[in-house]
T-cell receptor, first 117, second 116 residues
Framework: AQKVTQTQTSISVVEKTTVTMDCVYETRDSSYFLFWYKQTASGEIVFLIRQDSYKKENATVGHYSLNFQKPKSSIGLIITATQIEDSAVYFCAMREPYTEGADRLTFGKGTQLIIQP | NAGVIQTPRHKVTGKGQEATLWCEPISGHSAVFWYRQTIVQGLEFLTY??????IDDSGMPKERFSAQMPNQSHSTLKIQSTQPQDSAVYLCASSLDWGGGQNTLYFGAGTRLSVL
């Protein structure tokens, strides 16, 4: 079973709208870290935003924000006012520092986001 | 800040040959990770170092893969007797303080290995 699951393989939205990408995870750690990265067409993997599990407030960076629902083991990425250059593959990842053999980033399979003009 | 630097960007080897991939982490970062990316498997963890010491190599295919970090400014991933299934993009990433609060990983551009 995958530890980090992104069920949406591809999403297409019109420019300037808001999009939400889903991610669910499995962990037994009481404290863990969640990340979102994007991979551009050139292959570059860029860090976007993170959520520390012990923080109740949803993280926000620029036009990226998170919808962290700890009881549901869910960490959604919300992009507002999307731009053409937001077109990329988005990866959700988890770090479990207290689980042996899991103190690394474990990635989901990714969601391809297409922004149409 | 130049970011994580990986060389070469592309490498083509024949089956059975050796391939060495290089990574220069961000200056001052204490942790270095290696990942492999394929269409089928996605992003797979291979190994990581903290303060140059190998910490976890549980993702490394046994026998043919090895990684070293001889100094704080570079790490190498060596694949002996390359096979077609080794074809992938190999990614290096570094973190300022993996054990502490600054545990975000920053990735290099990757090395695309093609084994013919």
């Amino acid at each position: 079973a995958q530890k980090v699951t992104q069920t949406q393989t591809s999403i297409s939205v019109v420019e300037k709208t808001t999009v939400t990408m889903d991610c669910v995870y499995e962990t037994r750690d009481s404290s863990y870290f969640l990340f979102w990265y994007k991979q551009t067409a050139s292959g570059e993997i860029v860090f976007l935003i993170r959520q520390d599990s012990y923080k109740k407030e949803n993280a926000t960076v620029g036009h990226y924000s998170l919808n962290f629902q700890k009881p549901k083991s869910s960490i959604g990425l919300i992009i507002t006012a999307t731009q053409i250059e937001d077109s990329a593959v988005y990866f959700c990842a988890m770090r479990e520092p207290y689980t042996e053999g899991a103190d690394r980033l474990t990635f989901g399979k990714g969601t391809q986001l297409i922004i149409q003009p | 800040n130049a970011g994580v630097i990986q060389t070469p960007r592309h490498k083509v080897t024949g089956k059975g040959q050796e391939a060495t991939l290089w990574c220069e982490p961000i200056s001052g970062h204490s942790a270095v990770f290696w990942y492999r990316q394929t269409i089928v498997q996605g992003l797979e963890f291979l190994t990581y170092f903290r303060n140059q010491a190998p910490i976890d190599d549980s993702g490394m295919p046994k026998e043919r893969f090895s990684a070293q970090m001889p100094n704080q400014s570079h790490s190498t991933l060596k694949i002996q007797s390359t096979q077609p299934q080794d074809s992938a993009v190999y990614l290096c990433a570094s973190s300022l303080d993996w054990g502490g609060g600054q545990n975000t990983l920053y990735f290099g551009a990757g090395t695309r290995l093609s084994v013919l």
